[in-house]
């Protein structure tokens, strides 16, 4: 589990923390106010990982809508990318 996770898990009865905004939510739709950009941008990230255990629905799965909103993210080749809603990917 990640330093993420790991944090989470010590402060989940202790309410609300700073990384609040990093957490997935849960459902179906969880990109469903993700921009076609966004998404055709993650696309492109999972056409050029070097992985094949994962499909590209398990992949998009993995990624969540953070900071409001406003960027898409998704660990990607051993690193945390951010996708702006123009599509441009933060490595």
Not at 26 to 49: I, M, N, P, V, Y
Not at 62 to 70: C, E, I, P, T
Request: aromatic share 10%; glycine share 12%.
């Amino acid at each position: 589990m990640g330093p993420i996770g790991t944090l989470r898990r010590r402060t989940a009865d202790v309410g609300p923390t700073p990384l609040d905004h990093w957490t997935r939510p849960r459902g179906q739709d969880h990109l469903a106010e993700a921009t076609r950009e966004q998404l055709e941008k993650l696309a492109e990230l999972f056409g050029r990982s070097q992985s094949g255990f994962m499909t590209f629905a398990e992949f998009r799965r993995s990624a969540w809508l953070a900071f409001g909103g406003d960027c898409l993210m998704v660990n990607w080749a051993g690193m945390m990318v951010g996708i702006e809603k123009d599509g441009y990917a933060h490595h």
